[in-house]
């Protein structure tokens, strides 16, 4: 019994971030992969619909997935994942046609929401915070490989095989991770209160839906964003828009870090060779500064800072990323230098990387919320997402005005966006 109790949460531990090193590696291959298809399919003028696919299929699953799982159980909501998950991948590597292949990124990205929301309920349930939190850390750092060697193994492995057969790769990863964290969890009926009933929460995939699919006319887009806004606010626990001092206030902080690093960090490239006109090369080594910084940083401090340094983590990494930022604006308004930029991003990176662990843990602690576990999973994995929707969008369409005024808009809300969540940042730590 003693040894159970002590192997569960290891083996559900290390799920967690087998899963996390297989959301790097599909993220990687699907983006490496994108113009390869993009050409094959003869798409080239539908790339919005070849990536809509698999955004909206998360936001669809977000709102559905603690009913799933209050119906179906670990092992049936396992199930339901894993076959739409699969079956998503074989029509998408199977696809004569653009609608084809997003239909099956669709009902991938349908699965991965749901076992997504499953794994998280599931930690938030058998590990403690102490646990989580270097969890938390160590799944940052299941980026670092892929991040280094993604690309290029994707590359020679197409190369090889085919882009259909490539496709593939990550399901070995996706099957080991998913089995680990079941194996751990059980299949114990949940003991929570039914659902919040869907009503506005529906609204979150429809405005997505708007945001992802506008193609450029912006009208759409901010009709989606607005709508996408209101179904996260229905989900969210009460008082996140107040920033209600607690998990509460950590989730906004979420939004606003999502609004404002993701949606840099989706320009990034754009800005070095465009803003500062620097080359590809330079921009890719940019590029992978700050995923780096906030690998090494969030393995670091979780076993090394004391306690008490913890507390301050979130509000202080915030305001480092925000400073990062910062700089880069004022060196596109001035013209910098490589190594400016370089070192601003890092350790905008570094910033993320002392925040995002303390930050994380403080929106999942289901007791100062009143929301149940599989709630706090959707909501959590709402507010990151739906923050990145609207950072990207925004920063788009921004962009898109000019190449340098634009550019400069975009980063400058980027920043307001980051000030903003380390205010968000000081209030999380008190239980509310």
Known sequence: MSATRTTGPLVLAVGIVALEFAAAVTGFVASTLLPVVAGELSARDEIGLLIAGSSLGLFVALPLASRVLLRLG?????????????????VAASAQAAWMFAVGQFATGLASGLLAVFGI????????DRVRIKVVAASSAMWILPALVGPAATL???????????LLAPVPFVLFGRLLIVRAAGDDPS???????LGRTLLVPVGAAGVVLSTGWWPLAVIGAVVAVAGMVAILPAGTARLRPGAPAALGAMVL??????????????????????????????????????AVTSLLTTQF???????????????LTALGTAVLVVELAVGGSFAIVLAAWAVGGIGVGLAYPGLYIRATTASASGFTAAELATAVITAECVGQLLGRAVGGALSSTATTGGML????????????????????STAG
Do not use: C, N
């Not at 003991?191 to 009933?197: A, F, I, K, L, Y």
């Open 74 to 90: 670990a092992r049936g909501t396992l199930a339901v994942g894993m076959a739409a998950y699969l079956g998503g991948l074989a």
């Open 305 to 319: 800072a004391s306690e008490r340094a913890k507390k301050h983590f979130p509000a202080v990494g915030l305001g």
């Open 121 to 128: 309920s599931s930690a938030i349930r058998h590990l403690d």
């Open 156 to 166: 020679g492995l197409e190369h090889l095989v085919g882009w259909r057969w490539t």
């Open 257 to 294: 870090f999502a609004i404002g690093y993701f949606g840099a960090d989706s320009l990034i490239t754009v800005l070095i060779t465009s803003g500062f006109r620097m080359s590809i090369g330079q921009a890719a080594i940019v590029l992978s500064a700050a995923p780096l910084g906030w």
């Open 409 to 428: 808009a975009s980063y400058l809300l980027f920043t307001v966006a980051l000030i903003a969540a380390t205010a968000a940042a000081t209030r999380s």
């Open 191 to 197: 003991s929570e209160d039914t659902p919040r009933p």
